[in-house]
């Protein structure tokens, strides 16, 4: 689902989906991000094809670089942070670009 971006001022969420609190987002400057929000939902009696993590939570395979084009990190984070990130997207043998924010 792409994410949704609302003027908070002025849009409200609508009711009635339980699903829009998940993929609306109250900041329309960060519109450009083109952010994309997963949600698995398991009605009551289907089974689903991931494995259980306990009951918290489930495995499910994604290929990030399929996902991700390219990492942002906020301006007002640390030089350490950056290169925290940097080293995750390694670490996960992502082939994207890591850059600061063009926003303040």
Same mark, same amino acid.
């Given at each position: 689902?792409?994410?949704?971006?609302?003027?908070?001022?002025?849009?409200?969420? !609508?009711?009635?989906?339980?699903?829009?609190?998940? @993929?609306?987002? &109250?900041?329309? =400057?960060?519109?450009? /991000?083109?952010? *994309? %929000?997963?949600?698995?939902?398991?009605?009551?009696?289907?089974?689903?094809?991931? !494995?259980?993590?306990?009951?918290?939570?489930?495995? @499910?395979?994604? &290929?990030?670089? =399929?996902?991700?084009? /390219?990492?942002? *990190? %906020?301006?007002?984070?640390?030089?350490?942070?950056?290169?925290?990130?940097?080293?995750?997207?390694?670490?996960?043998?992502?082939?994207?670009?890591?850059?600061?924010?063009?926003?303040?």
């Amino acid at each position: 689902m792409d994410a949704n971006y609302l003027d908070g001022e002025h849009e409200q969420v !609508e009711y009635g989906n339980g699903f829009n609190y998940a @993929v609306v987002k &109250d900041r329309p =400057k960060y519109g450009f /991000e083109q952010e *994309v %929000r997963a949600i698995i939902w398991k009605p009551n009696g289907y089974p689903l094809p991931f !494995e259980m993590v306990e009951d918290t939570g489930l495995v @499910v395979p994604i &290929d990030l670089n =399929k996902l991700i084009h /390219e990492v942002i *990190v %906020r301006r007002d984070a640390t030089p350490e942070f950056y290169a925290d990130v940097e080293k995750l997207v390694q670490v996960h043998r992502m082939r994207v670009p890591v850059r600061w924010s063009a926003i303040s």
